[in-house]
């Protein structure tokens, strides 16, 4: 058990801790009572700046229209130019618009008109030292240091507010304009001096900073008492976790006794935690257990696919050069599953001396139903291929039997062809998949306009048909899956098949079946990157050499 200067310095079983518990909640209680009485000092300041702005402005609009009234009708309509207005009939609204704004506590009102780019006051009252001063504004003042939104309201016609300093003093202003009949406008306006303002304020904000200050040192005073109290039996459970962690997860009785005393003694959150762990440790007997099963059939399941991958690559041809002896062709194919298993397949072999069958095909989905759809529709091409006279009669058994009894709804894309090596006429059926590309003996690379097909294992009536086309001598042959089209980069960028002929053009070096295959593939994973790889690769070269000698 542990003592109480335990529980403030933080030693447990282990290094010694240099920094315990309790200073540290000492030091978060402190820093989020800091933060919080910051927070309210601010937002209390903001709260109580918006609601005088918000007077004020509803105070400015009052005056705004007052003065409206205050000023004689059609007053601004004959001001011209400096002696449109006699000083007395000026005088007279000067003297109207000061009592107006000394009674309503406004530093001051005005009007302003535009003559071109300039300025000027026609209307304004005088606070009363200017009156005694004899430094009041006089009529068509310029106003040389008018505010960008004065300019604003004059051009478009807005109501605008102001906060702004010059010679005058600091102000919150608003500006009406008045559109008047002859088409031309002035522009009421009203002053109040912020100086006021900002002493209310600061002291608004020191208020709310003495009331942070001592609701911080309550609140720290209060935390000190309480933080002791929930660290003490903290360490008791850190303690006995370290405990159970040392004896490899088994529980001692008498650490497990003191836990309990510890849940029922406390009624807070320390004693359900204490309780908790009571519990926890005996659902931690059972998941050990559990763990070890589930280890054990997932290291069961792991060698079971990796025995399936082993079987579904066996039942691929993989011996390169295949067909040793021969001059007329060359093969060479690769397939790279997205997971241990996957759904792409290809095949060849010879019916008979002078004819090649190979298929590429492409099952939807990866993964063990892939695998097993896989397998099924590679050995019904074996077998179809040996026994039909053309592609499509192959297509057509072959989705046949895919079709019928397809309860999981699966499909593949195919593509199979028969090579006749002696003139190189190729004759194929196309089941909705990919175009291959020829790489002519000259480099020329060109993608072959087939005809389409549909997918195989959907409708067991679709008739599929056959076409043909020619290699010469030194042609090759490239078939994929759409995991080479379709592979992914940075960027969620597809691979694309204009990126395929970039990378055949650059086989022209070396124009044979397994440095076309690999370069292709190389091609990808470079493109690719670290991204993981999404679909199954599956790649097959056919090079067409010419007729063997008789």
Known sequence: MQSGNDADGG?????KRKFGLKPQLLLLLFALNLIAA???????????????????DNQLVTAANAVREIIPDGYHDHIQHMDSVQHGEFDAVQDRLSRFA??????????????????????????????????????????DTAPAKLHHSFTDGRVRFDEYSDSFGRFRSIYKPVRMRDGRTYVIGADVDLHQLDANLREALFQSIAVGVIMFALSLAVGWMLIGRIVEPLAQLTAFTRGM???????????????????????????????????MIARLQRYLIEVETATAARERVEGELTAARDIQVGMLPRKFPPFPGRTDLDVFAMLEPAKQVGGDLYDYFLIDRNRLFFVVGDVAGKGVPAALFMAMTTTLFK???????????IMNRVNAELARDNVAEMFVTAFAGILD?????????????????????????????????MAMGIFDDVEYQADAFSLQPGDALILFTDGVSEATGPDDELYTADRIRSAL????????????????AD????????????????????????????
């Open 11 to 15: 030693a447990m079983s282990g290094r």
């Open 38 to 56: 910051t927070a309210y000092s601010l937002v209390l300041y903001s709260i109580d700046r918006a609601e005088i702005l918000n007077g004020i």
């Open 102 to 143: 000394n009674r309503s506590g406004l530093a001051y009102v005005y009007t302003y008109m535009k003559f071109g780019s300039q300025i000027r006051t026609v209307a304004t009252s005088a606070t009363v030292a200017e009156m005694q001063a004899g430094s009041q504004t006089g009529f068509f003042a310029l106003y």
């Open 245 to 279: 962690e040392e004896r490899s997860f088994e529980p001692d009785e008498q650490e497990l006794e003191a836990i309990k005393q510890i849940g029922g003694a406390r009624g807070d959150e320390v004693g359900s935690l204490a309780e908790a762990m009571s519990g």
């Open 383 to 393: 077998a179809q291929a040996l026994s039909a006279a053309s592609t499509d009669e």
């Open 421 to 453: 090596l002696r003139d190189g006429r190729v004759t194929y059926s196309d089941g909705g998949h990919e175009a291959p590309f020829i790489v002519r003996a000259d480099g020329g690379v060109e993608r072959l306009k087939k005809k389409q097909g």
């Open 505 to 520: 053009e650059r086989t022209r070096e070396n124009p044979s079946a397994r440095f076309i295959a690999e370069g292709l």
């Open 523 to 550: 091609s990808v994973r470079t493109f690719v990157g670290e991204i993981p790889q999404s679909d199954d690769i599956a790649i097959l070269v056919v090079c067409y050499e010419g007729p063997a000698p008789a």
